[in-house]
């Protein structure tokens, strides 16, 4: 994970395979980002990239594969602190998928203040201090997070289960034409100021996970208040309470 105690603990032979099998000019990714002569940039990297030879071993490709979830997953991590947090967790399709944009919408549908549907129903309720929501979209099939953080003083269930309301009410009641296009509005405002500035531009690229920071902004257009989120169960449309769920509580609460 690049922290030096890896590093440390880690045989050197074992290094020298890992710098073997991945380090190799296919397997790399450079980013330029600013003000600059694209063909002079070009000649550059040409220049000090070109003479690296391209080795003739292919490229290990992950074959393994998740098992499929058969049901809910709890853990009830104690420690010593003055909050607590429930972290709920669904499965999502990769990133390349159609409807992982949806995610994008959902995540500002949920968390963001004082619109969401989060907040209004546990933040404005003063069941939580905070909430959030994230999609994690990658290369395979990745997580949808959503987390509440409380006091030591308030009550846990009562917060886990207007979460679980929440999230379920997006079927019975599907966010309207407004939350979506409120959604659409937000996240796009938010690309072009990331488009303005170069800094966001290279971390984007870096890590991109969705349609926000990839740049294919136009998959948002296919997003309508009606038929992703009523229609897909992995866009929540057929929700199930199967959810790798985990809890953060001092061990005073539990």
């Keep these: 994970d690049g922290q030096p105690k890896v590093f440390r603990d880690s045989a050197v032979e074992n290094l020298r395979e890992f710098y073997r099998e991945h380090y190799q000019p296919d397997n790399v990714i450079l980013i330029v980002a600013g003000k600059f002569e694209p063909a002079k940039a070009l000649a550059l990297v040409q220049k000090y990239f070109g003479p690296i030879p391209r080795p003739a071993r292919p490229l290990t490709r992950t074959w393994t594969e998740e098992p499929a979830q058969d049901g809910e997953r709890e853990v009830v991590l104690h420690r010593v602190g003055d909050t607590q947090e429930l972290l709920v967790g669904y499965?999502?399709?990769?990133?390349?998928?159609?409807?992982?944009?949806a995610f994008d919408i959902l995540t500002f549908l949920l968390d963001n203040a004082p619109s969401?549907?989060?907040?209004?129903?546990?933040?404005?309720?003063?069941?939580?201090?905070?909430?959030?929501?994230?999609?994690?979209?990658?290369?395979?099939?990745?997580?949808?997070?959503i987390n509440a953080q409380m006091l030591k003083t308030q009550d846990f269930k009562a917060t886990e289960d207007?979460?679980?309301?929440?999230?379920?009410?997006?079927?019975?009641?599907?966010?309207?034409?407004?939350?979506?296009?409120?959604?659409?509005?937000?996240?796009?405002?938010?690309?072009?100021?990331?488009?303005?500035?170069?800094a966001s531009i290279a971390r984007s690229r870096n890590g991109n996970r969705s349609a926000r920071t990839t740049g294919d902004i136009s998959r948002l257009s296919t997003?309508?208040?009606?038929?992703?989120?009523?229609?897909r169960s992995h866009s929540f449309g057929?929700?199930?309470?199967?959810?790798?769920?985990?809890?953060?509580?001092p061990s005073s609460i539990r």
């Design 116 to 145: 969401g549907r989060l907040y209004k129903s546990l933040v404005e309720t003063k069941l939580a201090t905070r909430v959030g929501a994230n999609e994690y979209e990658l290369h395979d099939p990745g997580m949808f997070l």
């Design 162 to 198: 207007a979460l679980f309301r929440v999230i379920e009410n997006l079927v019975k009641e599907p966010p309207t034409q407004e939350e979506v296009n409120r959604a659409k509005n937000n996240i796009l405002k938010n690309f072009e100021l990331a488009m303005n500035n170069t």
């Design 238 to 249: 057929e929700l199930t309470r199967s959810t790798e769920l985990s809890a953060i509580m």
């Design 91 to 101: 499965h999502i399709p990769a990133a390349a998928h159609p409807d992982s944009s």
């Design 223 to 231: 997003i309508s208040g009606l038929s992703t989120f009523g229609r």
